[in-house]
Every structure is written in C-alpha cells, then in structure tokens.
C-alpha cells in the first residue's frame, strides 16, 4: 500500500473517529475520462498513459483513467495506465450493471490502488425520461453495483448522476444504502451545471445531516460549468464538508468542462487561512502539467485563464508593472514560480550538447530512453538550425510529435508549396498512408488552401474543416507557428495540432493529426450523451 491510500484511509478512519472536520481534501482528477468528452478532445492510449503519468508527478490522489465499458480503446488506456502508476489510486468507471463493473475490473485490476467507480442517475428528470425506473428500483441497483464492485476492491466510489436536481431525502436514503454496501466514497455530481454556491453548499451539509452512516465514507462533489460556477460550487461544498472534489486539468470536460483543478487548488492554497484545508498537489507541476493535456488534447487554454493562462501573471497595465515591481504583493496574490511558471528559464541554443538537452528534458519532467532522447535531439539540431532559441514550449512540442505519438495512419513526410502575387498556390505533397508512400499535387486559392486539398484527395477523406486557427508559441519571427484545425465527419469531431517555424509545415502537420485523431474516434465509437453519466 502506497502513501497516497494511507492519506485517503487517513482521511476516512478520521472521519469515521467522528473527527468530521479533517482539513485534507482528496484531489480526484477526472481529465482522462471526463476531460476526455470535450468535443475533439480524443486522446490516444499512449497520449493518456504520459498525462496519467504527469498525474502522479503532480500529486492528484485519484486518477480517473477512463471508462472501460465505453470503448475498446478507453479499455486498452486505463489497462495501460493501472499497469503503470504506482503511487496514485487509479479509478474505472462503470454505470451501475455487471458488465460494466466486471469490464472496469478487469481494466483497472492490476493498479496499486485500483477503485471502482459506479454511477446511477437519480433526479426524477433522469429516473423518468432516460431510465424509465422507480427510486426502489434506482435503489436496489445501486445496491447490487456497490455490492458487486465490492467483490473484487475495497475502495468503491458510488456516484448520484444529476445529484443536485434529485430529491435530497431520496438521495439520503441511498447514499445510506450505498454506504452501507460497502461505498467509501459517495459522490454528488451537479451533472448539468445548474447549482448555485449557497444552494449547493447547504445541500452538502443536508446530507451530512441526515445521512446516518455518512462518517463512514467521504463524501465528493463533481461540479460543471455551464454557468461559470463550478469552482465557487465546490469551495462551497468543501467549506459544508465535502473531502474530495473532482477536477480536470484546464476545466476542460463535457460543454463548458468541469471545476478547473489549478483553481480549486490555488484557492485552498492561497486563501489557506480563510479555507483552512489542504491538498497534497505540488503546485509546482501546474503550470507542465496544464501545458501538457492542452498539448495532448489539442484545447487551447484561453488567454485569461485563472492560474494558467498566458495572461494569469503578464501585468500590462502600466501602473500594475510599476506596483509590481515595488512590491510585488501590491498586485500579485500567488507567484508565479509557486505554480511551476519559470521566470528564467535555461534557454538552448545550437551549441548546446546532449547532456545539456537531456537535463533540460528532465528539468521538464521527462524521463526518456537513451534511444528517444537520441531521436529527439537530432530533432532538436534541426530545429536550432533555423532558429537562435529553443524555448522550453519548443521543446515540448518536439516530446509530443516525436515520442507521445503512437504510429499513425497517416504521415507527412514532405511539403513544398510554391505561392506569391504571380504563382498560382501549388502543393506538392508525399505522405505515407499505413507505412506505404504516396504523392500527388494540387492548387488553392492560398498555400494552405492548395495544402490541404492535396492532402484531403490523397487521404480520401469526407471530413470538413471547420476551423483553422495560427498561434506563435513564443515572440519574434522566427517563432514556431502552432496551427489547431477541428475536423468533423459523420457527427464527429477531431482537433489536430501541428507547429513548427514554417507555417505552412505546422498547417500539414495539423492537419494530418486532425485526420489520424478522427480515423481513431472512428475506430473507437464513444458512447452517446446519455450513456456516459455524470
Ligand atoms: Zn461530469
């Protein structure tokens, strides 16, 4: 048993000591598999094992790795990551069915600290128009799922989908029975974003009230963010109670996502005096790790982001440079180094050597193989070539094309695009399509337009570009352009990420990522809204 389990059976034997007001909160990170349902937000295997692992880096103490039953890809993945994470509890899952529960097992079986993660919907709303049951049935369901899932683990999160519209007597009676079943854990989703703090927070304290047998297991919030509140939910619920909140990294989820794990984090730790509760997170981590699941994901952390956007510590206006550089706590309440955002980072150039590169690669939190760092700093000499400065982000980008990326369908492996006021824009394309190679040429009324037709006649794809948007990942000219594109087929929708110092290069490679994430949503259908639960 690792350290992180004894901190949770820490939390639960206080609680069940009648020491109801223990000051730990349980940090369950549901990136992987609710930050997973962001539309295009589809991550691969081998994409979800390096966040998972970043995860553990980060100190959450739950990963919610996926829900087996939904695909055979979201099996392989949380097998993938049970298999690996050591010092984090890694969750599965599972509505409240055998199968479900039997295949989230199976997934999650050989994790140091497996848990199961059951769920039933129990608003009438739900009960009435998508289960078609009574509550005694919605009851006894929950029953047997938490009595199955005990079969195989000790630790059994049982969750009230729609919690926060469901009556709360009802849902006393069955946190009762699901705790008395064997659950550790009970969880009150706000399924569809719609509490409010003062609401929500007394209806936290309603059923700790009320729930007899409350004491004997934590008592979770899982909050959205349809009307911007979730984080203002859970501090609520967790000023009423609550010890575990369930978070994603950037807020990302289904809609308008899920409370934000760098705020919720943030706010515990610099209000600490207000709150008095503490997480184990390493708050140095945030900033990587926000970096590496928008990377991963392909969302693009908005600017004015709390705690990680691009504009969370630039003080523009003149007069808060000025106080800032007075004092900073005239305007600043949280440094910036405290979240992982490095002020003077080491930068490398195209004399820097192997051991400076691989010390910088570790510095960032990656541990490679001698072969991948091989691979990654010839990469790297490439890129120092065309420009004086390799930021950290540059380098991060070279981790994800080159090491996160499982072999793809497509490939691009060459590009020359001919454009100018005269030139009618051409583009000559050489792709490999399952390892085979293949050419063609075509035009556009632009370089990127002749781009990506080529490549859409080559891949024979049906799929519509709906948006294309250019960012620069640092300043100056000879910055790497990092190009996202949304792709939609069939109802589905796939985001593609690209950079590199040539623009039209970052475009194809985009675009092509675009195309290998919607052939993979094609392999792997998910579940439709109803069915994935809170
Ligand atoms: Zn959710």
């Known amino acids: ?92 899952l599972a509505r409240a069915s055998k199968e479900d529960i039997d295949k989230a097992w199976e997934a999650v079986r050989d994790a140091a600290m497996p848990r199961i993660h059951t769920f039933i919907a129990t608003s009438d709303i739900h009960l009435e128009h998508k289960l078609k049951m009574s509550r005694e049935q919605v009851m006894e369901a929950a029953i047997q799922a938490v009595k199955h899932a005990k079969r195989y683990t000790e630790n059994v999160e049982f969750s009230a989908e729609d919690g926060s519209r469901s009556a709360p007597d009802f849902l006393c009676r069955l946190f009762e029975a699901a705790i008395q079943a064997g659950a550790t854990t009970v969880n009150l989703p706000d399924t569809v974003g719609y509490a409010m703090p003062d609401e929500f927070g007394q209806m936290v304290s309603y059923i700790r009230e009320h729930t007899p047998n409350i004491h004997q297991a934590v008592l979770s919030v899982h909050c959205h963010n349809d009307l911007g509140l979730a984080t203002a939910n ?60 928008s990377m991963i994901t392909g969302i693009v952390v908005q600017p004015n982001k709390a705690v990680v956007g691009a504009n969370a510590f630039a003080h523009e206006a003149g007069i808060h440079q000025d106080g800032v550089l007075k004092n900073r706590m005239t305007y600043e309440i949280m440094e910036p180094e405290i979240v992982g955002l490095a002020t003077n980072q080491l930068v490398l150039g195209k004399h820097s050597g192997r051991h400076a590169f691989k010390q910088k690669l570790s510095g960032l939190g990656y541990e490679l193989s001698d072969e991948d760092v091989n691979r990654l700093f010839k990469k790297f000499k490439e890129l120092a070539d065309k420009r004086k400065e390799i930021l950290d982000e540059d380098i991060e980008v070279l981790v994800a094309e080159e090491i996160l990326r499982v072999p793809d369908k497509y490939e691009l492996d060459y590009l020359n695009v001919v454009s100018g006021t005269v030139a009618v824009p051409t583009a000559m394309v050489r792709l490999r399509i399952d390892g085979q190679e293949t050419q063609g040429a075509g035009f556009g009324v632009g370089p990127i337009d002749a781009t990506f037709n080529t490549i859409a006649k080559m891949a024979d794809t049906r799929s519509k570009l709906i948006r294309f948007s250019i960012n620069a990942i640092s300043g100056g000219t000879d910055a790497q352009g990092e190009v996202t594109v949304r792709l939609q087929e069939n109802g589905l929708v796939a985001l593609g990420k690209g950079a590199d110092p040539d623009i039209f290069i970052a475009s194809a490679k985009a675009y092509i990522n675009g195309l290998n994430r919607l052939e993979y949503l094609n392999r792997n259908p998910s579940l439709s809204a109803e069915e994935r639960g809170l």
């Open 1 to 92: 048993m690792g350290k992180k389990l004894n901190a949770n059976q820490h939390l639960l034997s206080a609680l069940q000591g009648g020491n109801t007001m223990t000051d730990q909160v349980v940090i369950f990170d549901t990136t992987l598999r609710d930050g997973e349902q962001s539309p295009g937000a589809s991550m691969n295997a081998a994409e979800k094992l390096r966040l998972a692992i970043q995860l553990e880096r980060l100190g959450v103490d739950v990963i919610e790795a996926g829900f087996p039953a939904a695909s055979p890809g979201d099996f392989d993945a949380v097998k993938g990551i049970a298999g690996k994470v050591r010092n984090t509890q890694v969750a599965a």
């Open 234 to 293: 859970s501090l609520a619920a967790l000023k009423a109670g609550a010890r575990q909140v369930e978070v994603t990294i950037n807020g990302i989820g289904e809609r308008a996502g899920n409370t934000s794990l760098e705020e919720i984090v943030m706010a515990l730790y610099t209000r600490r005096e207000h709150l008095g509760l503490v997480s184990g997170i390493k708050t140095r981590e945030i900033y990587p790790t926000s970096r590496l699941a």
